[in-house]
């Protein structure tokens, strides 16, 4: 069997990387290690890149339909990772979660209806119903000593006729939580009784670790494959964020109908060919590279726990169930959210993403990325351990 290698060091330098080329911009500096934008420093696998290169051959770029073995390669993957089985009718490519998000909320609401989100959540979540006019309400995460767990008394309160879709993070970024299906059963019930529609977005879903099961929202019950629009996409798992391929899932006629003439009428649901290409290759024969993947993540999982446990225990890791963010709970250093922010960047070298841009909970936490080799962790976590001493 090949063995994949994921200690390799690539240099990112110079194409446009958001994660590289964009620091000085955005952290104020250019030499800092990339911890932050949600991709992954390891090498795009072979069988996605033999595949493109193989069209590449042709030489010829033109208007492009789906090909049958797109769908069948979605089909037989959602089947394959959770047992889920869905119908070709039921899926649609969309160009990117964020922007299939801002599409469902154009197709399903209007400007002043409520869009329910549970903070600390990714950020598009508040950003892209805001930019739209939507009224964002929140339903904040609980943290008990056992983790985040949803809050179903509060959500109940903030409903009210104005609420039209809930965005769930499942698995939950930047928490890393895969919910269970008790939580989902018990939300679906609230959010239909409301006629609350749920996007469930879980671009994360297929990094879930071996002990955590996912379950895709509109499986847990009949109720949630009444109001369920779930978005997939093999773009974190297969680090293929930049070729933009996406899709959703729909069992339930009436949202699908809704959503797909609405996505058919503007001309929003066609793939492009490289999308097709890349997706359809990561699903046929991307299992055993995901699995090897998945296995070095939660390796650098342990080592940063780890390191962190011995080295910096004023720093606690919430340990993830999912994906390759770490949310670090730096609340002990007692640095106000800026001075914080500025400790990783000019005492320790090192660019993270600032908690407080998920939301309310963040406050007092980093999120670390660790889709990198272990050398670079290792290089980072030395390189914070020198700072927490010099603080
Ligand atoms: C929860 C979540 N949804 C969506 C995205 C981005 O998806 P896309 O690139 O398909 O818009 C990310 C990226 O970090 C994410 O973490």
Redesign the pocket.
Known sequence: MKQYNFDEMIDRHGTNAIKVDMLKELFGKEDLIPLW??DMDFRTPDFIINAIQERCKHEIFGYTSAPDNYFESIINWVDYKYHWKVEQEWINYIP?????IGMALDCFTQPGDKVIIQPPV?H?FRLIPEGMKREVVYNPLRLTAEGYEMDFEQLESIIDKECKVFIL?NPH?PGGIVWSKETLVRLAEICAKNHILVIS?E??SEMAYPQHKHHPFATVSETASSCALT?M?P??TFNI?GI?T?YSIIPDREIREQFYTYLEARGMGEGTIFAYTATTAAYTYGAEWLQQMRMYIMENVRYVEKFIQTNIPQIKVYLPQASF?IWLDCRELQLSQEALVRFFVDKAGLALNDGSMFGSGGEGYMRLNIGCPRAVLEQAMNALQKAMKKK
């Open positions: 934008v949600a990117g979660i964020v922007k299939g990714y598009p993070c970024n977005d671009i994360h978005f996409a773009s974190k964020a933009v996406s963010l």
